[in-house]
């Protein structure tokens, strides 16, 4: 099949899968007399890999890795893969829980400022307490606290 087909049977542009040829994510196709480049039912097959793990997160020198010599994708390479990007999914998971509390924590105070009529900057409001927690949690992620007052402030 030529690229356009290739191209219409994955979703993938022609400049994208030219692309995957450069970076050896694909074998170069064989071409015709007339230069057209011809692939196979492997190189759809491959694509789709690709195209797949490409979209759960895996780098393009991850992907390349998944695949042994004569062009097969390796099972054990691929779970071991999929187990790193597990952990790599988990530790997003944490720190964008992290981020939610600490956004509603802030909105929260935020929503009591605007219902009390308080500055969130006068001594003794939930939201000066809150800079103290939020200045420890930054220390603790090496932010400083000038970097804490500033966001704060705004």
Same mark, same amino acid.
């Given at each position: 099949m030529k690229i356009g087909e290739l191209a219409e049977k994955t979703g993938v542009a022609p400049s994208a899968i030219r692309f995957y040829e450069e970076e050896g994510l694909l074998q170069a196709p064989v071409r015709g007399a007339n230069g057209y480049r011809h692939y196979d039912d492997n190189a759809l097959k491959r694509l789709k890999i690709v195209v797949a793990v490409q979209k759960l997160g895996f780098s393009l020198e991850t992907i390349?890795?998944?695949? @042994?010599?004569? %062009? *097969?994708?390796?099972?054990? !390479? $691929? @779970?071991?893969?999929?187990? =790193?990007?597990? +952990? /790599? =999914? *988990? !530790?997003?998971?944490?720190?964008?829980?992290?981020? *939610? %509390? /600490?956004?509603?924590? @802030?909105? +929260? @105070?935020?929503?009591?400022? =605007?219902? $009390?009529?308080?500055?969130?900057?006068?001594? %003794? $409001?939930?939201? /000066?307490?809150?800079? =103290?927690?939020?200045?420890?949690?930054?220390?603790?992620?090496?932010? $400083?606290?000038? +970097?804490? +007052? *500033?966001?704060?402030?705004?």
């Open positions: 390349r890795g998944l695949f @042994m010599h004569d %062009g *097969r994708c390796s099972k054990f !390479r $691929t @779970m071991e893969q999929i187990d =790193v990007r597990l +952990d /790599e =999914v *988990r !530790r997003l998971e944490l720190e964008l829980a992290a981020q *939610r %509390g /600490e956004l509603i924590a @802030m909105r +929260d @105070m935020l929503e009591e400022s =605007v219902r $009390t009529g308080r500055d969130p900057s006068c001594p %003794g $409001t939930l939201q /000066e307490n809150a800079a =103290v927690q939020d200045a420890g949690r930054s220390a603790k992620a090496g932010v $400083t606290k000038r +970097d804490a +007052d *500033r966001l704060h402030a705004g």
